[in-house]
């Protein structure tokens, strides 16, 4: 599993690379980041590990070049308490977030668990789903709205299939977080707002609804 860490501090990155190559990853590292180096490598990497503090461009404008044609996973590292840059992380485009110092475990986690739905979808999940006008193809991860194919992080797609496929009932914030993130839901974490935010920006505003203090439900048409 080749993924790519972009992280300026040189220790961290040595500290990480060793633990997460004993986990089996396959992993690339940039200490700023390189376009010209990202494209000799991005086809065979399987997600990104972003710090939000680089020199040069930082994590953000990085992310913005990733998902101007990429749809690679990106799970950035984050100033602890800071959540502006978490929610910018999500709102440009991002899988998941973790705040700095991490722990190597939760940091394998975290990327397991993103892998496993990307990776992973597909056979467990099963049929085409065509409900309201949209029609979502877990086999492709594709998702299309009348003629237009709508663009989404591999997170976004997995909150927008769990919807669907339990369309015209409530979903939990809990179960969201649980089936598209792979863990629990945490007092304060506003990543499934945000990734439900996105969504509806590419999808519309109709079709989605948010059911206070419950969760959120796909309208059936």
Not at 9 to 27: H, S, T
Not at 104 to 128: F, H, K, M, N, Y
Not at 145 to 158: A, H, I, K
Request: aromatic share 4%.
């Amino acid at each position: 599993m080749p993924i790519l860490l972009i992280d300026d501090d040189v220790e961290l990155c040595e500290l990480l690379l060793a633990f997460l190559q004993r986990e089996g990853f396959a992993v690339e590292t940039m200490h700023r980041f390189e376009p010209e180096a990202w494209d000799a490598i991005r086809e065979r990497i399987e997600l990104v590990v972003l710090d939000v503090g680089l020199p040069g461009l930082n994590g953000f404008e990085v992310l913005r070049l990733l998902r101007d044609d990429s749809r690679v996973p990106v799970l950035m590292l984050t100033a602890r308490g800071d959540d502006i840059d978490r929610i910018v992380g999500l709102e440009l485009g991002a899988d998941d977030y973790l705040p700095k110092p991490c722990n190597p475990r939760e940091l394998s986690a975290r990327i397991r668990a993103i892998l496993r739905r990307v990776d992973g979808g597909a056979s467990q999940r099963g049929a085409t789903l065509a409900i309201s006008g949209v029609l979502l193809d877990p086999a492709t991860r594709s998702v299309d709205r009348g003629d237009e194919r709508l663009e989404l992080t591999s997170t976004e797609f997995n909150v927008l299939e769990r919807l669907m496929r339990d369309a015209g009932q409530i979903v939990t914030k809990d179960a969201l977080m649980r089936d598209a993130l792979g863990r629990r839901l945490r007092p304060f974490d506003r990543a499934i707002d945000m990734h439900i935010s996105s969504i509806r920006r590419k999808l519309g505003d109709d079709l989605v609804r948010t059911v206070r203090g419950l969760g959120y439900q796909f309208v059936r048409r």
